[in-house]
C-alpha cells in the first residue's frame, strides 16, 4: 500500500463514502470502520456499514450505509474508548 500517497474523503449524501490514500483497515463491522490513513486513524460511524470497495495496492475504500459520524484520531486504536479517566491519567 502507499504510506505517502494523497488523501481524500468523498460522501454521497451520507450513504457512500470513498476514502483514499489508505494505509491499512484496523478493524470494521456494521456500526464502525477505524481505517488507518496517511494523514492519521479515521474512524467512521454509522448503521448498516458494509464494505463494497476494498483495493489495497492503490489504498482505496468504498463503504456503504448511513455515516453518522467521521473523526479522526490523535493516536492509534484504542484511544476512541479511554474515557475520562484514561485521558486525565494516560
Do not use: C, Q
Not at 4 to 31: C, I, M, P, Q, T
Not at 36 to 44: D, F, Q, R, S, V
Not at 65 to 71: A, F, H, P, T, Y
Request: proline share 1%; aromatic share 8%; hydrophobic share 40%.
Amino acid at each position: 500500500m502507499v504510506a505517502n500517497a494523497g488523501h481524500e474523503l468523498a460522501l454521497k449524501g451520507r450513504k457512500y463514502l470513498a476514502v483514499s490514500g489508505v494505509v491499512k483497515v484496523d478493524r470494521f463491522d456494521d456500526e464502525e470502520f477505524l481505517v488507518e490513513t496517511g494523514e492519521g486513524y479515521l474512524l467512521i460511524r454509522g448503521e448498516g456499514l458494509t464494505l463494497r470497495h476494498l483495493d489495497v495496492e492503490v489504498g482505496d475504500i468504498a463503504i456503504e450505509g448511513r455515516i453518522d459520524e467521521m473523526l479522526y484520531l490523535e493516536e492509534g486504536p484504542g484511544r476512541e474508548r479511554r474515557g475520562l479517566f484514561g485521558k486525565l491519567f494516560g
